[in-house]
């Protein structure tokens, strides 16, 4: 099993420019969450998802956008980049809300 | 709302001594779980640890146990016998156990340095 994969690794970005985080998870979780990591502060949550074609707002939604078309994959949509949103990012899924979640190894996000 | 709160920024320990992690929560709910994640320098997020709410026996898994103090909303993170590879960001979580709720509330962090 691969787990929870998110690519790309690493991403530069200009300011007004958009892009799209890639998450699959092939454990057939029903939950997907999508965090941002700032230095000094724990985990923020951005958008989630309990189910295909379902989503919600997190904690700091405002300038991403989300999709949840299959159980498989919750991709992270930058509408038009901006410094702040510079941070990493991660995807994670669980099967039931009192079992952990699983984490992928994020995004460094940086723009420009 | 609930929050978590983790007050020591930076630990350090040495190696083969015990270290606890501190970690308080605020919640109105009765029912939720409570988790320790470790992040290591190589970004990843790793669960260490997890205790339900209803459960007064504290969780243990093999060098690293906690201390759930409900009324006083506390989970403390002991680990034992540390060894280098222990050394990275902790991180105390909150989760409901309401089933619609399934989002995970973050303390900011401990770094913890394990000396040899």
């Known amino acids: 099993n691969a787990g929870v994969t998110q690519t790309p690794k690493f991403q530069v970005l200009k300011t007004g420019q958009s892009m799209t985080l890639q998450c699959a998870q092939d454990m057939n979780h029903e939950y997907m969450s999508w965090y941002r990591q700032d230095p000094g502060m724990g985990l923020r949550l951005i958008h989630y998802?309990?189910?295909?074609?379902?989503?919600d707002q997190g904690e700091v939604p405002n300038g991403y956008n989300v999709s949840r078309s299959t159980t498989e994959d919750f991709p992270l949509r930058l509408l038009s980049a901006a410094p702040s949103q510079t941070s990493v990012y991660f995807c994670?899924?669980?099967?039931?809300?009192?079992?952990?979640?699983?984490f992928g190894d994020g995004t460094r996000l940086s723009i420009l | 709302a609930q929050t978590v709160t983790q007050s020591q920024p930076e630990m350090s320990v040495q190696e083969a001594e015990t270290v606890t992690l501190s970690c308080t929560y605020d919640t109105s709910e009765s029912d939720y779980y409570l988790f320790w994640y470790k992040q290591p320098p190589s970004r990843q997020m790793i669960l260490v640890i997890r205790q339900e709410a209803y459960k007064q026996q504290n969780a243990t898994e093999n060098r690293f146990s906690v201390n759930f103090q409900k009324a006083a909303k506390s989970f403390s993170l002991k680990i034992s016998d540390s060894q280098l590879g222990d050394a990275a960001m902790y991180f105390c979580a909150y989760r409901s156990a309401m089933d619609s709720n399934y989002q995970l509330i973050w303390g900011a962090g401990t770094k913890l340095i394990i000396k040899p």
């Open positions: 998802s309990v189910g295909a074609g379902i989503t």
């Open positions: 994670a899924s669980s099967y039931s809300n009192s079992l952990p979640q699983h």
